[in-house]
C-alpha cells in the first residue's frame, strides 16, 4: 500500500530544503468525493495532500503551464517542480522529455503505484450506488475499494468501479520517477485494446452511425484539448486568431493565417476538430483518459487515441511513453520501411 | 390561474399541444439533455438538472444571421435569415435556468434589442418544475436571491405533490396552454394548498450549499481587480469552457462568416458563443492580449456575474445552478472563491 505518512514525508523534506519550487499533487475538493489538484508551497501544508482511487487527474499539465509560464519570466526560478505521478502520468513525462519539451532536472517525480487497481470511473460509481451520494472513495485490500457514501460504508470489488484505460492499463506503476511509494505489483492486462476491438467488430456503418450521433454533441468547450498534457502547442488549429501573432507581426503574415475550423458546432466541423486532434496525439497519447473524463457530454474521446495507440502498435511495433530516448514515432522511420515514399 | 392535474392526465394535456414544438428533458446515453419530443408520452419530468441549460433552445449555439453568395462574378447576394417561425414549449424547466433567461433578457432585450433572441423568447412558451429536492448536491439559488419554487420566468410552474401536479399559470401564454387540455384540470382544494406550501417551505431547507452575506461581495469585489487571490484560485484552471458554456446565464458570443462553398461562392454569416474562459476571446488583431493569463480569465468570471453585472442590472448574474461547480474538470469552485473573497483582507 502507498502509505499517505511516506509521501507527505518526502514531501515535506524536499520542500524544506527547497530542493523544489512546490508541490503538485492531490487534496480534497469541495465537490462530494472528488479530490482536486494542490499546489503546495509550504512544508507546513503537506497535510492536505491525499492519495485515494478518485485521484483521476493527470497533473503533468500543469508542468506544462508552468513552462508556459517561465517562458514570460523575466527572472525565472528554474527550481524542479514536485509532481505527483501515477503509472500513466509517468508516460506522460516520458513523452515530454522524449520530446525535449521539458529537461528530466525540471521535475521532481513522486511517483504512487495503483497496486493492481487504478483510478475510479465516476459514471461507474454513480450507476452502482443509484442515487446515493459517494463522500469518500479508499483503497482498501488487495484489489477492493472502501466507498463511503451518505448512508454508510461499503467495499467493492475495483474492477466493478475502474476506469477503462485503468482496466487495459500496460504501466500502473509508474516508469520513471525520483522516489516512488507503492508496491510494483502489475496487473496483467490481457487486452490492451479490447475497447477499440469491440468498436472494430462493429459495421462501418454502426461505427459511422455511433460517431454521427456522439460527436454531434460537441459543443467545443475544448476541455479535452484543456485538459490534455499533450496538447501543449502554443499555436492550435481551432483558435481563432494564431498565438504566434506578435505585436510586431506584419500584416500581411496575419492575413496569411488559414482557418483550419469554423466556429459552428456542427457534425462537420466537430469532426475536423476530433480528428485533428486524434491524429496528433498519434504516437504520443499515453492513454490517462483524461479527455474523456472532463468531456462535459460523455462523449467516448479515448477510442479514437485508443485506435492510433493499437495503429502505431501494430503496424510500427511502437509504444508511448516508455523510453524518452527513443525516437519519436512521426518524426522517425526505417530503411526497411516497405513504403517507397519514405526512401 | 391556479391548477390541479393527475400524473394520469398530464400525458393527455401534453399531447393536445401538437401545434407546438416541444422539447423536455431526456436521459441519452447517461446525459439529461433538453430534446425535440415527438411523443408526449416520453416526457419524463423525473429528473435531476440538466447538463446543458434550456439557454441553448432560446439562445442558440450557432444562430445564422443570413446567407451570402454569388451567383456571378459580379452579383453579390445577401438573404436575411430569421429564426424558424414555430410556436415553442418547453417543460420541465427549473427555477434557476427560468431565472437566467430574465436576466439575459435584460441585456438582450435593453437598450439594444436583438431580434433574433427576442424571436425565439416570445414564442417559447416556458413549463418549470419546482424543486422538491435540490437536483444538483452544488444548488445554491437560496443565496443569489432565487428559491427552489422561485415563479421568475416562467409561464406556468408546476409542483409535484406525488400523484398529482399543482399547476399555476403565471401569464396569458400560460393560460391559453391550459384552456387547450381545459377539460382535465381541476381547481386545487384547501389541502393542496396546505400540502404545496409545505413541499415548497421543505424545499428551501434541503440546499447544502450556500454564499454567506452575498451582499458584502460586489462592494469587495470591486477592491480585488489587482488581488493575488485570483492567481492562487486559478492555479488549476485548464482554460477551458465547460463553466461557462454551461452557464445558464453567460451570453456572451462570436460573429463570424464562413463559406461553405467555393464555386459557386456561397456562406452564412453567423452568430456562435464565445467564451470568457478561452485564451483567444480577448485576443487583439495586434497581437496584444489584454486578459493574458488565467487569473485574468477567472477574475473575469466572477467579476462579470457578482460585480459588473450587479452595477449595472442590480442582479446577480448567477441563479446558483451549481453547474460550473459539478462539472469543473478540476473543482473550482464559485461559492468557495466567493466566500474566500468576502472574507478576503
Redesign the interface.
Known amino acids: 500500500m502507498v502509505k499517505l505518512e511516506d509521501l507527505r514525508q518526502e514531501a515535506a523534506g524536499i520542500l524544506k530544503s527547497g530542493k523544489v519550487k512546490y508541490i503538485i499533487g492531490y487534496t480534497r475538493?469541495?465537490?462530494?468525493f472528488?479530490?482536486?489538484?494542490a499546489?503546495i508551497k509550504d512544508p507546513d501544508d503537506v497535510e492536505n495532500l491525499i492519495w485515494n482511487p478518485a485521484c483521476v487527474?493527470n497533473l503533468t499539465?500543469?508542468i506544462v503551464d508552468e513552462k508556459k509560464r517561465l517562458k514570460k519570466e523575466k527572472n525565472p526560478d528554474k527550481r524542479p517542480i514536485g509532481i505527483i505521478v501515477k503509472g500513466c502520468d509517468s508516460r506522460a513525462i516520458n513523452v515530454l522529455l522524449q520530446e525535449k519539451y521539458i529537461n528530466r532536472e525540471d521535475v521532481y517525480l513522486l511517483g504512487v503505484s495503483c497496486e493492481k487497481t487504478g483510478v475510479l470511473d465516476e459514471?461507474k460509481l454513480n450507476k452502482k450506488l443509484k442515487g446515493r451520494?459517494a463522500l469518500q472513495v479508499d483503497f482498501k485490500d488487495n484489489g477492493s475499494w472502501l466507498v463511503t457514501t451518505d448512508s454508510g460504508q461499503e467495499k467493492i470489488q475495483a474492477e466493478e468501479l475502474l476506469a477503462d484505460r485503468c482496466i487495459e492499463c500496460k504501466a500502473n506503476f509508474p516508469v520513471v520517477y525520483d522516489i516512488v511509494f507503492g508496491d510494483k505489483s502489475l496487473r496483467k492486462t490481457d487486452r490492451p485494446f479490447q475497447s477499440v476491438e469491440n468498436m472494430e467488430n462493429l459495421s462501418q456503418k454502426e461505427r459511422w452511425e455511433f460517431w454521427k450521433e456522439q460527436l454531434d454533441?460537441c459543443?467545443?468547450?475544448?476541455?479535452c484539448?484543456?485538459?490534455c498534457p499533450m496538447c501543449y502547442c502554443d499555436e492550435c488549429v481551432v483558435?481563432?486568431?494564431s498565438?504566434a501573432?506578435?505585436?510586431?507581426?506584419p500584416a500581411e503574415e496575419?492575413a496569411q493565417k488559414i482557418k483550419w475550423i469554423?466556429?459552428?458546432?456542427?457534425l462537420s466541423e466537430n469532426i475536423i476538430y476530433h480528428l485533428t486532434r486524434a491524429m496528433h496525439l498519434a504516437g504520443r497519447c499515453i492513454d490517462c483518459g483524461?479527455c474523456e473524463?472532463?468531456c462535459?457530454?460523455?462523449i467516448p474521446i479515448r477510442f479514437l487515441n485508443k485506435k492510433m495507440e493499437k495503429e502505431a502498435k501494430t503496424l510500427f511495433d511502437y509504444e508511448v511513453g516508455f523510453d524518452p530516448g527513443k525516437p519519436s514515432l512521426v518524426s522517425s522511420f526505417k530503411d526497411e520501411d516497405p513504403e517507397d515514399f519514405i526512401r | 390561474m391556479e391548477k390541479i392535474l393527475t400524473k394520469k392526465s398530464f400525458p393527455e394535456w401534453a399531447e393536445k399541444l401538437k401545434a407546438y414544438k416541444i422539447y423536455a428533458p431526456i436521459l441519452d446515453d447517461g446525459t439529461w439533455s433538453y430534446e425535440v419530443i415527438n411523443k408526449a408520452g416520453d416526457i419524463d419530468l423525473d429528473f435531476p438538472n440538466t447538463v446543458q441549460a434550456p439557454k441553448k433552445i432560446i439562445n442558440p449555439q450557432r444562430e445564422v444571421f443570413l446567407e451570402f453568395g454569388r451567383s456571378d462574378e459580379d452579383t453579390p447576394e445577401i438573404k436575411e435569415v430569421l429564426p424558424e417561425e414555430k410556436p415553442v414549449v418547453i417543460f420541465g424547466v427549473r427555477p434557476c435556468d427560468a431565472k437566467a433567461l430574465t436576466l439575459t433578457d435584460m441585456v438582450f432585450d435593453g437598450d439594444s434589442k436583438d431580434v433574433y433572441y427576442l424571436k425565439r423568447r416570445n414564442q417559447t412558451v416556458i413549463i418549470g418544475l419546482s424543486c422538491n429536492t435540490p437536483p444538483s448536491p452544488n444548488c445554491f439559488c437560496t443565496s443569489v436571491d432565487g428559491s427552489p419554487h422561485s415563479e421568475e420566468g416562467f409561464d406556468i410552474l408546476l409542483t409535484d405533490l406525488g400523484d398529482r401536479y399543482f399547476v399555476r399559470s403565471l401569464t396569458k401564454k400560460g393560460d391559453t396552454l391550459i384552456d387547450l387540455g381545459k377539460a382535465l384540470f381541476t381547481a386545487p382544494k384547501a389541502n393542496d394548498k396546505k400540502e404545496l406550501t409545505k413541499i415548497h417551505t421543505d424545499a428551501e431547507k434541503k440546499l447544502k450549499r450556500e454564499i454567506k452575506d452575498v451582499a458584502k461581495i460586489p462592494p469587495k469585489l470591486k477592491e480585488m481587480f489587482e488581488s493575488p487571490l485570483w492567481d492562487d484560485e486559478s492555479m488549476s484552471c485548464l482554460r477551458c469552457g465547460i463553466c461557462t458554456y454551461l452557464c445558464p446565464t453567460c451570453h456572451c458570443f462570436d460573429i463570424s462568416d464562413e463559406v461553405t462553398s467555393v464555386s459557386p461562392f456561397k456562406g452564412y454569416r453567423i452568430r456562435t458563443w464565445d467564451n470568457c474562459q478561452f485564451p483567444d476571446f480577448t485576443m487583439h488583431s495586434s497581437g496584444h492580449n489584454p486578459r493574458p493569463d488565467k487569473a485574468s480569465r477567472l477574475r473575469q468570471r466572477i467579476m462579470h456575474k457578482y460585480q459588473y453585472f450587479v452595477e449595472r442590472y442590480d442582479h446577480y448574474q448567477c441563479t446558483g445552478c451549481g453547474r460550473c461547480v459539478s462539472k469543473c474538470p478540476v473543482g473550482i469552485d464559485i461559492i468557495e472563491v466567493l466566500n474566500k473573497v468576502r472574507d478576503y483582507g
Do not use: M, Q, W
Open positions: 475538493g469541495t465537490n462530494g472528488r479530490p482536486i489538484p499546489f487527474h499539465k500543469f459514471k451520494r454533441k459543443i467545443r468547450c475544448y476541455a484539448r484543456s485538459a483558435d481563432t486568431i498565438f501573432v506578435e505585436p510586431d507581426t496575419k469554423e466556429k459552428s458546432p456542427n483524461e473524463r472532463v462535459p457530454l460523455d
